[in-house]
Nanobody, 129 residues
Framework: QVHMVESGGGLVQAGNSLTLSCAISGRTFSSSAMAWFRQAPGKDREFIAT?????????YADVDAEGQFIISRDSAKNTLYLQMINPQPADTAAYYCAARESTYGPAYYYKEPADYAYWGPGTQVTVSS
């Protein structure tokens, strides 16, 4: 069982960097993968980035996401991070961290919500112009 809780959300002015954290408790394995998703009102949950816990390899939704976000993890602290580099009002959403216990391929295989069994409750990020 894996439990996850996000923190670091809130109101931020456009252009000001913001880092979200996800505290993870329970079992994690070198083959685990952790990810960040977001969901704006009236929209589907959207993949941002994923990282393999063991080797730190990453995959992003697309080239734009790779320039707007940085996913990282601290294995010693069992914490996942998402840095928002230059947030804009369009980035306003609830942000969720997610986990799956094992992977059988590269990080980019796991970009769908259904790929992840464990979820945090989410943290709201509101970006003002």
């Amino acid at each position: 069982q894996v439990h996850m809780v996000e923190s670091g959300g809130g109101l931020v002015q456009a252009g000001n960097s913001l880092t979200l954290s996800c505290a993870i408790s329970g079992r994690t394995f070198s083959s685990s993968a952790m990810a960040w998703f977001r969901q704006a009102p009236g929209k589907d949950r959207e993949f941002i980035a994923t990282i393999k816990w063991g080797d730190g390899s990453t995959a992003y939704a697309d080239v734009d996401a790779e320039g707007q976000f940085i996913i990282s993890r601290d294995s010693a602290k069992n914490t996942l991070y998402l840095q928002m580099i230059n947030p804009q009002p369009a980035d306003t959403a609830a942000y969720y961290c997610a986990a799956r216990e094992s992977t059988y391929g590269p990080a980019y295989y796991y970009k769908e919500p259904a790929d992840y069994a464990y979820w945090g409750p989410g943290t709201q990020v509101t970006v003002s112009s």
